[in-house]
């Protein structure tokens, strides 16, 4: 490799696009256009840095297994970036295991983060953990180290264990100040953040309060009975009840949640649940319906009890009941909350991270369009969709049960 082309990946190396560009721009050798892409990448020129790591990849040949693929795995972390979640996650294994092969288990970690971090993003924490542990990081230089602690702390942080999440994020500066890279360090600063911005709302006897996502662990240890309409379940510290697919039985458990320790009217359940503006026999018959429902659902927590003018909710352990809510109310929330991290999303992006059909997912983003929520730039399937978040709350921690692996 000569000097001009190692200078260039030094410099990339350690965050300085322009220095490389100002060394390689003019060249179109496959090492050059490796480069040049990586440089567009960091610059946010996403579509050109992609069209540069391909061309990259097929001047090196098929001679040159472990230079192609590294550009698989940059061409997977520009992807990655551009939240196209559908790229081809076997490209990057297979990539990964050449890496590894041939000796190159700095890249090949990387290969592996990547992986990790998009199993986060769609909520498989799971197999992001399992995945992760893996990989050894004690051989890998200091900018590798800070990237794992970053995932080691978004695990922790989705899992509400605030400590572990703070304890990893403090590893990570450390690795950062010694790669001495800006940009990593600017981003594991971010990620701090969320653990001092509100994550949830908290309702209880009536009266509202912002939480932080140390105060919602504390909360969801505690002898609460906890009506979360984040992740859509009843729950205490030893019990999990999810009502994620039953829309209309968890709407009356947060009604009569919202107003525990008194109860809720007939009509007023109606207009709630059954959004019927005016109650008769055919709404009261099927109230009665999904209270029953209900109360077997929640025979292990808590008794739905019929009072004179409605329903109560009565806890069998709990000495209070509270409601969790999200920062800030909104219908299309799971779709803002993926949207609120400040980068662009594909429609099928979102759809796989949703768990839902692509087609719902736009129809969805068309609206919040006209509402002014989302903007979108580009045509066809090149087309993305991306807001800034919503200041002062980390929206996207606490994303109902199916997107969070809760």
Not at 11 to 24: C, H, S, T, V
Not at 111 to 130: K, M, N, P, S, T
Not at 165 to 178: G, M, S, Y
Not at 332 to 357: P, Y
């Amino acid at each position: 490799m000569d000097s001009l082309i190692t200078a260039a990946a030094r410099a990339l190396a350690a965050g300085d696009p322009f220095g490389a560009l100002n060394r390689i721009a003019l060249r179109d050798d496959a090492p050059a256009l490796a480069l040049r892409g990586i440089a567009m990448a960091q610059l946010g020129d996403l579509v050109r840095a992609k069209a540069l790591m391909r061309s990259a990849a097929r001047a090196f040949g098929s001679k040159e297994a472990v230079a192609r693929a590294r550009c698989v795995v940059a061409e997977a972390e520009i992807a990655l970036v551009s939240r196209d979640l559908g790229w081809p996650a076997k490209a990057l294994d297979a990539a990964r295991a050449t890496l590894e092969a041939h000796g190159d288990h700095v890249n090949a970690a990387h290969a592996r983060y990547l992986e990790v971090r998009r199993l986060l993003l769609i909520g498989h924490l799971d197999e992001a953990e399992r995945k992760l542990a893996e990989c050894d990081p004690a051989h890998l230089p200091p900018a590798s180290r800070a990237a794992r602690e970053l995932l080691v702390a978004g695990i922790a942080m989705r899992r509400l264990r605030t400590k572990a999440a703070r304890t990893a994020l403090a590893r990570a500066a450390r690795e950062a100040r010694e790669a001495g890279i800006p940009a990593l360090s600017s981003e594991i600063e971010s990620a701090s953040l969320v653990l001092n911005t509100p994550s949830a709302r908290l309702m209880t006897r009536g009266e509202e309060r912002l939480l932080l996502l140390e105060e919602v662990e504390v909360l969801l240890a505690s002898k609460a009975l906890v009506v979360d309409a984040c992740r859509h379940v009843v729950r205490d510290a030893r019990t999990v009840i999810p009502l994620a697919r039953r829309p209309i039985l968890f709407a009356l458990a947060r009604a009569l949640g919202e107003a525990w320790p008194g109860d809720v009217s007939r009509d007023a359940l109606v207009a709630r649940v059954f959004r019927a503006k005016h109650a008769d026999e055919s709404h009261r018959a099927r109230l009665r319906v999904e209270v029953g429902r209900l109360r077997a659902m929640l025979g292990a927590l808590a008794d739905v009890s019929a009072t004179k003018r409605g329903f109560a909710l009565v806890p069998h352990r709990a000495r209070e009941v509270v409601v969790l809510l999200r920062p800030v109310e909104e219908k299309h929330a799971a779709v803002l909350a993926f949207l609120a991290d400040g980068e662009s999303w594909s429609s099928s992006a979102l759809a796989l991270a949703l768990g839902t059909s692509q087609r719902t997912v736009q129809r969805t983003l068309d609206l919040l369009a006209v509402e002014g929520k989302v903007q979108s730039f580009g045509h066809g399937r090149a087309r993305r969709w991306m807001t800034p978040p919503v200041p002062g709350f980390a929206t996207t921690l606490l994303l109902p049960a199916p997107l969070s692996g809760y």
